[in-house]
């Protein structure tokens, strides 16, 4: 039986246009992040279990990680995520190296997902984090990197929402509606599903939880808070008014920046359970029709701590080259990457051409010109569109009297501008070129 | 117990100065391939171990290979090599487009080894590879393509070598000396180690083979074979000379390149028992302290037979990054990649310099400027070796007078002119920085 052609589930070959696709989004990525001077990173694919135990999420653990056991008995896991390798990174040099650290990297990471829209068992995050900066300037200048970087695309305030919300109030509030650890946890999960389920069946699980009525309105109305005024009020009425200092010199920082205008308050945004004790945010796509977060991110008190590292604050986000294709793609901000693009098409038509131009081929490419050459005697009239095909700006053509001539002719297939220049006068030819 | 900082054993962290190193290989490697008109591809990480078994080495899949079975129970693998990867996908497509196909990768790949010098379990391989050229000329390019990527190192004909051989020349030499397959599998073998073991027990594993005495003699004149001429000759003597027909074609097109001083005959290059059915090469380091393989290849007559599609005939290459690094180094041709580069510090020296600059730094960046933004005072005589360890080319200054002015100083540093110039006037600034 032959073998089946598909790629393994969940997962995606990368033909040249869909890699051009990709390579499109990731070299934003590596300007954006350069352009904020942060500095590339990366780590290994796999990694201990141990790490992923002692810092991530069960869930992920138990039902979404890769994991095996090596052939030397050690159990290793290919990454799920990017934050325990960089804070075993981090831990590893941060003595050394002058703060903020602002590091950057693009893994492919390995969730085993039912495959849906959005979702594949592999994709590649944009990770972007700073460590050590003094105040709020750290979360300030992620935020503005990420929208930056969202920016870069031509997209802008009507195209997203950067959804923001601190973990710090959220504490306080769940705190001040009970004293019971298991019941915030609780609390918290509803949140995090709160807009993904009916309102009925949250009311539902909201009566379950065995909150006294008073703190069940306190939390529905926390909910339907919409604006940072409603909830400093909101605060300041539960008598928590303390716990949003951090989040107002925040906020008052980035109010006076270009970029408030994406930001908005949203009680929901949580980010589940993960490492966050900060803010924490979402950005998300304004299309109706794609209403879904493109990135998260947060500020983190201590992610050294396993590794019995001092506390080093932190802020970062994770944004998956999946969801940012599909909220490229919904609002037209895509290019098109079907073609490739060359500089010259080298062709001849006559057999002796191959030998005549190998070199002349060679050469262009020492002058970083990017050249086809043709492997085969190419018929005049087929040259064009082979031209357009292969998204050559420049056609160079060789027959019997090129041959006899020892020339070659050029052409701009822009301009139609050509020209006959002699084989010997390489020079004039990359004149030719560069005009 | 804290968690171990270190990576996976026979993995590497890829610090910052570590991922500038790598990626300048990898900017040299996309950007050889691309001037030869090859198209970028990229394939998943896992594959299913069957497409393994059907094209890789036993040794390959029984010693070296990462497999496990999913929660799915499919028994897959972390791509090992690209190869089985880039015939599947060609298989796929190869009906639909254009031929010759020219596409490149810069795969991570995964094999349980033992670590030394140049021997890790992660490493990225530069993948050329080009299906249905005419004639030898696939062959040719490839190996142009090889010579032009080491060329634009700084590399030269003192550095590296290009042993080359034909598996056809090869296994028309061994039936010759012997019927017996299983002997010529032997022998195969035995060349491939001929150079790591001493002359004694070379011979004595050949006299264990069986073969007759004339045949061992041959054998050993094999080996000691050292031009393309002697090659030729020997073949003649043999009445092979047939054998070399597509050998000699493939020779005399390249004779006449400028590449071809870098070409030698090695009969100990066979490239093991893999898919190769045509010529086979490896690049030598010529350095005497580092005499080994970095790049290694071959053309293949039918990749694609295990899927069944009809034969394209194929020529590539596969190039590690840990072996081209050392190198690159062995020779002094790795330029210094500790330090980072930026355009512009920005610094201030008053705490209101974080408000009325953020924007500045904002706006430098929307200009494609790499501005590293300080997120507190940063006193003046700090400013410079600051500017020093970011390798920034600027840098921008606002103390108390400039403040009150609403203005910045902005200095080149190389040519240490400086300017006073008005926040308002951005133009200016970026006049300046443009200068």
Request: glycine share 6%; with cysteine.
């Amino acid at each position: 039986m032959a073998l089946s052609k598909k790629p393994y589930k969940g997962t995606r070959d990368f033909l040249p246009p869909d890699k051009r696709a990709q390579d499109y989004l990731f070299e934003k990525m590596h300007q954006s992040a350069q352009l904020f001077g942060f500095e590339h990173y990366d780590g290994p694919l796999l990694e201990e279990v141990e790490l992923y135990k002692a810092k991530s999420g069960e869930e992920l653990i138990n039902d979404q990680i890769y994991s095996f056991e090596d052939r030397g008995k050690r159990f290793v896991a290919i990454r799920p995520e990017m934050t325990p390798t960089l804070a075993r990174m981090v831990a590893r040099v941060h003595r050394e190296i002058p703060k903020p650290i602002r590091w950057y990297s693009i893994p492919n990471l390995y969730r085993y997902e039912r495959p849906q829209r959005g979702r594949l068992r592999e994709h590649w995050q944009f990770n972007c984090d700073i460590f050590g900066a003094p105040g709020r300037t750290g979360e300030v200048e992620i935020v503005q990197l990420l929208v930056s970087f969202l920016e870069n695309f031509g997209a802008n305030e009507t195209h997203f929402e950067v959804l923001i919300n601190d973990r710090t109030i959220v504490d306080s509030i769940f705190s001040s509606l009970t004293s019971n650890q298991e019941t915030i946890y609780k609390l918290y999960k509803l949140v995090d599903k709160s807009k993904k389920i009916p309102e009925e069946a949250l009311l539902k699980e909201l009566g379950e939880t065995g909150l006294e009525k008073q703190s069940i309105a306190s939390f529905k109305r926390y909910l339907k808070l919409s604006s940072f005024d409603e909830l400093f009020d909101f605060l300041n009425e539960l008598n928590l008014s303390e716990a949003a200092d951090n989040f107002k010199q925040f906020y008052h920082v980035i109010e006076g920046q270009s970029i408030s205008k994406f930001l908005n308050f949203d009680p929901t945004i949580v980010r589940g359970l993960d490492y966050y004790t900060g803010i924490v945010f979402e950005v998300f796509d304004k299309h109706p029709d794609n209403r879904r977060a493109i990135s998260g991110g947060g500020a983190y008190a201590n992610l050294l701590q396993i590794f019995d590292e001092p506390a080093l604050a932190g802020v970062g986000f994770g944004l998956g080259d999946v969801t940012l294709q599909d909220f490229l793609q919904s609002h037209g901000l895509m290019p098109d990457c079907t073609k490739a693009s060359n500089d010259v098409l080298v062709s001849y038509q006559v057999t002796e051409g191959y030998q005549d131009l190998a070199e002349l081929a060679l050469n262009l490419r020492r002058e970083n010109k990017k050249t086809l050459f043709s492997l085969e005697p190419l018929k005049f009239k087929k040259v064009f569109s082979q031209a357009e095909k292969v998204g050559a700006r420049f056609v160079i053509l060789y027959g019997e009297q090129e041959k006899d001539q020892h020339s070659v002719i050029i052409k701009n297939l822009a301009s139609k501008e050509q020209e006959t220049i002699p084989l010997k006068e390489f020079k004039q030819i990359i004149k030719f070129l560069n005009k």
